[in-house]
């Protein structure tokens, strides 16, 4: 049977938003998730096999390439690193916000995501999000049915751990990150302390080298305890100069700080009980460029910054 290539781009591009959104998930990085799903393309439109499934055919490719992805040195070196966060995205921006279930790229469940081995991920995705049976998962990574019942067992289990952290309503979510970020601004430690959960978390990720720009500084490991991140959050608020604008990130409002024009950090929270629980820090420049300049959102004061 003769393909055209117009058959074969327009089939592709009816699944592209889907396949760049399972990359990004796999991979917690939208530019990286895009270079997969490009390859993708020049492997589906150079294949010598007719295909009776385009959907499962190309997600089953696009798991395997990022599979290779994350057995390559340079991403098994980030990813053992215990500060890394996902890359943080407008969903109304990109091609994941036609996902049916915006949950599946929440900045949440991206975070839990990371801390899973490549295999419980995969199984994760391709059993819960794209239904795949487990014949077909088995073949995909090279384990038995058995032991990918009990990756995903794993995977699950972790999930839902985690889950109970996040589970504000949008507008709770949204009131607390705004008294966090006055409180922050004000230098107000004791209501921070409120705020936090006793066993609330911080992770900040300056990228791989790590950043240390006008007094913002990177955590090499996470921060445990109320009044420890309170300290923090207090000390680099008032330490640079920035404007702050509130921007709908994976789904949920976070923080968008801009040093000028440019995006500098962003800030988002995990949220349950009306306690913050969990505070991620954003200051890799590479994984903040789909931010783009200051927008004219809501502002709200952070330090020094605002208009």
Not at 29 to 46: F, I, K, M, P, Y
Not at 233 to 254: F, K, P
Request: glycine share 6%; net charge negative; aromatic share 6%.
């Amino acid at each position: 049977m003769t393909r055209s290539i117009a058959e074969d781009l327009e089939i592709f591009e009816a699944h592209r938003a889907l396949l760049v959104a399972h990359a990004y998930r796999m991979l917690g990085d939208l530019s990286r998730a895009e270079d997969v799903v490009q390859e993708a393309w020049l492997r589906w439109d150079g294949r010598q096999v007719e295909v009776d499934s385009p959907r499962a055919y190309l997600v089953t490719m696009v798991t395997r390439l990022c599979l290779n992805d994350l057995d390559s040195a340079r991403t098994r070196r980030e990813e053992s690193r215990s500060d890394r966060l996902p890359e943080p995205i407008h969903l109304g921006d990109g091609p994941p916000d036609r996902l049916e279930m915006l949950d599946q790229i929440s900045m949440a469940f991206l975070v839990v995501l990371q801390r899973l081995t490549p295999a419980e991920r995969a199984v994760l995705l391709l059993r819960d999000v794209f239904d795949f049976d487990y014949a077909a998962i088995a073949s995909l990574i090279d384990r038995s049915e058995a032991a990918c019942r009990k990756l995903l067992e794993r995977a699950r289990q972790s999930i839902a751990t985690e889950k109970r952290v996040f589970s504000a309503p949008p507008e709770v979510h949204r009131r607390l990150l705004i008294a966090f970020t006055e409180a922050a601004s004000g230098g107000d430690l004791d209501r921070l302390v409120t705020m936090l959960a006793e066993d609330a978390v911080m992770i900040t990720d300056g990228g791989p080298e790590g950043r240390r720009a006008g007094g913002i500084r990177n955590l090499p490991v996470p921060l445990h305890g109320a009044r420890k991140i309170a300290s923090f959050v207090v000390a680099t608020a008032n330490a640079r100069d920035l404007h702050a604008e509130i921007h709908e990130l994976n789904g949920r409002s976070a923080l968008v700080l801009y040093d000028e024009s440019e995006p500098f950090a962003a800030l988002s929270l995990g949220i349950a009980d009306d306690r913050i629980h969990r505070v991620f820090f954003h200051a890799d420049a590479t994984r903040l460029q789909h931010l783009g300049p200051r927008q004219g959102a809501e502002v709200v004061p952070f330090g020094g910054g605002g208009d």
